[in-house]
């Protein structure tokens, strides 16, 4: 019975199902970027085993660095903290295409809810506006994030509370496939800001099933 119990138990953590494949991925050294590449004009660096992504002064040297691996079903989670200043924001892209994209990548969006730019899920549009009211997340602070991408299932939690729960009815053809995931630093209103990760952990769940 305790055997029994302890294996429904195991089977109710998404990468703990008996029968499935989960692969735990490094996907960040903790000491250079040499798993990740750059795109835009933004700047990018370790400092002390943290990623830290700005602008250096000039709000149109936005850009994101991107994993150099693809990732279709994972469960990511990792800590943030970004700048406090107008709309400006950061995200998380995933299932983005280096070859044949068809549009804009899924986003985790990481801003400030008082501004409209929510940390929430983006496509073309919100698809959840997440934390709304901005309740959840500590500005200024480190908060924790967990993105778990299964099929066309995404949840997302903020601080340990659940904020996203999509099921994408129809997603785009490039958008079913494993993609980069990529970290945004983006700039508004004459201003540029900055964005720090820190204690990223993958799982990749793209064998299992859930």
Not at 42 to 70: C, F, H, T, Y
Not at 72 to 87: A, C, N, T, V
Not at 145 to 174: E, F, G, S, T
């Amino acid at each position: 019975m305790y055997i029994r119990t302890f294996s429904i138990l195991l089977c109710l953590t998404p990468a703990f199902c008996v029968g499935a494949k989960t692969d735990h991925v490094q996907i960040f050294n903790g000491k250079d970027l040499s798993q990740w590449e750059p795109t835009g004009k933004a700047e990018w660096r370790v400092e002390d085993g943290v990623i830290v992504g700005g602008q250096d002064g000039d709000p149109k040297r936005s850009g994101i660095l991107v994993s150099k691996k693809n990732y279709k079903d994972f469960d990511l989670r990792l800590e943030y903290k970004i700048d406090e200043h107008g709309k400006y924001n950061s995200g998380i892209y995933f299932r983005r295409s280096k070859t044949k994209r068809l549009g804009r990548p899924y986003q985790l969006n990481l801003g400030r809810g008082a501004a409209g730019e929510y940390v929430g899920l983006y496509l073309d549009d919100w698809l959840d506006k997440g934390d709304e009211k901005d309740d959840i997340r500590k500005p200024r602070q480190w908060n924790k994030v967990r993105l778990l991408v299964v099929d066309n299932r995404i949840r997302a939690w903020l601080n340990d509370q659940l904020i996203v729960d999509y099921l994408d009815p129809k997603p785009r053809v490039d958008l079913q496939k494993a993609g980069s995931i990529a970290f945004q630093t983006y700039g508004a209103e004459g201003h540029a800001g900055w964005v720090k990760f820190r204690n990223l952990k993958l799982i990749d769940l793209t064998n299992s099933k859930q």
